[in-house]
């Protein structure tokens, strides 16, 4: 993992990691550093690299990086008041379609070639047509306020996790084990690509391969950054710590311990997916700066990424699924019964909920835990970001 083009001046990265709705995280995290950040303040973030919904962050913030805190703002308002519709089809009619194509197409043959999942995300297509101006991503280049913003999508012929990135001229495309840089012009479907989870939403052709959810087999998340120029990166992820149980009710609940629900084991799957390759990558990169101090600057081989990379993360101080699991209640009638079969609607199988709430009420808790948990490390953030004011206090209240 080495920065294309090595400088004396530190170039900060922005990593959004994937997530489905757990990405209104990301946004009440980014509020903070808008307010941290002076009145009129440029764009702190040249390198922008999101995966899967952080993908759809990412653009959304690239299209204005010209105007950084009115950017954060437009991001903010359209998760304050997202609805489950805005993203896939929730309706009856909607629903039941989609599953009747799901059944036929996977069960019996039907279909032909058209990709098909449980979901239909057409209304999500529509939503970022609607909400980005992607022209905005050629001016801030042009404008030197953005050096590339780039997103990873999995091409499921090539088996490569490939990030298309569009930028400046001057970054040379790359081609790692099963990682490739695509220099590019972004568009809604490379957003739509990155983020479709897999079975969840129907994957999306790009030229000549199919491509589904970026997260799928990358084992590298911040290596985009870094190829792109970063030199130290802030990662914003999803996780959330689990929830610690007393010793007597997490003994009681092995004694009745009963068969993992579809619910459940969807949920350990898109964790892995999402969240344990961009933990092992930050892993990964501190053991690397720990062995970069041991040698020499003059002693270090040249393209062995040992050059040492600043990594600030936050992710989520609470566990997005307990979260997820006291919203169930605002999905549709008709998803509750969706869901209720596979799960996903107790408590056991909040994990996967927690990826398809896209309701007001859960964005906006998410909003303000992200706020809330960026502002406890207000000190670290504005030495990171070299500011030298605080002007806005701890726990000031989100505004959109």
Same mark, same amino acid.
């Given at each position: 993992?080495?920065?294309?083009?090595?400088?004396?001046?530190?170039?900060?990265?922005? =990593?959004?990691?994937?997530?489905?709705?757990?990405?209104?995280?990301?946004? *009440?995290?980014?509020?903070?550093?808008?307010?941290?950040?002076?009145?009129?303040?440029?764009?702190?973030? $040249?390198? =922008?690299? +999101?995966?899967?919904?952080?993908?759809?962050?990412? #653009?959304?913030?690239?299209?204005?990086?010209?105007?950084?805190?009115?950017?954060?703002?437009?991001?903010?308002?359209?998760?304050?008041?997202?609805?489950?519709?805005?993203?896939?089809?929730?309706?009856?009619?909607?629903?039941?379609?989609?599953?009747?194509?799901?059944? *036929?197409?996977?069960?019996?043959?039907? *279909?032909?070639?058209?990709? #098909? @999942?449980?979901?239909?995300?057409?209304?999500?297509?529509?939503?970022?047509?609607? /909400?980005?101006?992607?022209? %905005?991503?050629?001016?801030?280049?042009?404008?030197?306020?953005?050096?590339? #913003?780039?997103?990873?999508?999995?091409?499921?012929?090539?088996?490569?996790?490939?990030?298309?990135?569009?930028?400046?001229?001057?970054?040379?495309?790359?081609?790692?084990?099963?990682?490739? !840089?695509?220099?590019?012009?972004?568009?809604?479907?490379?957003?739509?690509?990155?983020?479709?989870?897999?079975?969840?939403?129907?994957?999306?052709?790009?030229?000549?391969?199919?491509? !589904?959810?970026?997260?799928?087999?990358?084992?590298?998340?911040?290596?985009?950054?870094?190829?792109? *120029?970063?030199?130290?990166?802030?990662? =914003?992820?999803?996780?959330?710590?689990?929830?610690?149980?007393?010793?007597?009710?997490?003994?009681?609940?092995?004694?009745?311990?009963?068969?993992?629900?579809? @619910?459940?084991? %969807?949920?350990?799957?898109?964790?892995?997916?999402?969240?344990?390759?961009?933990?092992?990558?930050?892993?990964?990169?501190? &053991?690397?700066?720990?062995?970069?101090?041991?040698?020499?600057?003059?002693?270090? $081989?040249?393209?062995?990424?040992?050059?040492?990379? /600043?990594?600030?993360?936050?992710?989520?101080?609470?566990?997005?699924?307990?979260?997820?699991?006291?919203?169930?209640? /605002?999905?549709?009638?008709?998803?509750?019964?969706?869901? &209720?079969?596979? +799960? @996903?609607?107790?408590?056991?199988? @909040?994990?996967?909920?927690?990826?398809?709430?896209?309701?007001?009420?859960?964005?906006?808790?998410?909003?303000?835990?992200?706020?809330?948990?960026?502002?406890?490390?207000? #000190?670290?953030?504005?030495?990171?970001?070299?500011?030298?004011?605080?002007?806005?206090?701890? +726990?000031?209240? =989100?505004?959109?």
């Amino acid at each position: 993992m080495t920065p294309s083009t090595p400088s004396s001046e530190p170039v900060t990265g922005l =990593i959004l990691s994937g997530g489905g709705a757990r990405a209104a995280y990301q946004v *009440g995290v980014l509020a903070a550093i808008a307010d941290l950040l002076p009145d009129a303040a440029q764009n702190p973030f $040249p390198v =922008i690299v +999101g995966t899967s919904a952080g993908a759809i962050n990412a #653009v959304g913030l690239a299209c204005g990086a010209l105007h950084f805190g009115e950017a954060i703002r437009r991001l903010t308002k359209v998760w304050q008041g997202f609805h489950t519709a805005q993203v896939y089809r929730s309706d009856w009619p909607g629903v039941l379609r989609q599953a009747s194509r799901f059944v *036929g197409h996977s069960l019996l043959g039907l *279909g032909g070639d058209v990709p #098909v @999942a449980l979901l239909d995300s057409a209304p999500l297509r529509e939503l970022l047509q609607r /909400e980005l101006d992607l022209s %905005g991503i050629a001016a801030s280049v042009r404008q030197r306020q953005l050096r590339a #913003v780039a997103v990873t999508a999995f091409g499921y012929e090539s088996g490569h996790a490939v990030t298309f990135y569009q930028g400046r001229a001057t970054i040379d495309p790359w081609m790692r084990h099963r990682r490739v !840089g695509v220099p590019t012009r972004l568009t809604v479907d490379h957003l739509l690509a990155s983020s479709a989870i897999p079975l969840l939403f129907p994957s999306v052709k790009i030229n000549r391969e199919y491509f !589904g959810d970026g997260a799928v087999r990358q084992s590298a998340p911040i290596s985009p950054a870094l190829h792109l *120029g970063a030199t130290r990166v802030l990662v =914003i992820g999803v996780g959330g710590e689990p929830q610690a149980e007393p010793e007597g009710v997490a003994s009681a609940k092995a004694l009745a311990a009963k068969p993992p629900s579809l @619910a459940q084991i %969807g949920g350990h799957l898109l964790n892995s997916t999402f969240i344990d390759s961009l933990e092992g990558d930050i892993e990964l990169l501190e &053991r690397l700066n720990l062995m970069s101090k041991l040698i020499p600057p003059e002693q270090r $081989p040249r393209g062995l990424g040992l050059n040492p990379v /600043e990594v600030l993360v936050i992710s989520p101080s609470q566990p997005l699924d307990v979260i997820a699991a006291r919203h169930r209640h /605002e999905l549709s009638a008709v998803l509750r019964l969706f869901l &209720r079969g596979p +799960g @996903a609607t107790k408590a056991s199988g @909040a994990g996967v909920l927690s990826y398809l709430l896209f309701e007001a009420g859960y964005c906006n808790e998410l909003i303000e835990l992200g706020y809330q948990d960026a502002m406890t490390q207000k #000190v670290a953030l504005s030495d990171f970001l070299g500011l030298t004011s605080q002007p806005v206090e701890q +726990g000031q209240p =989100i505004t959109a």
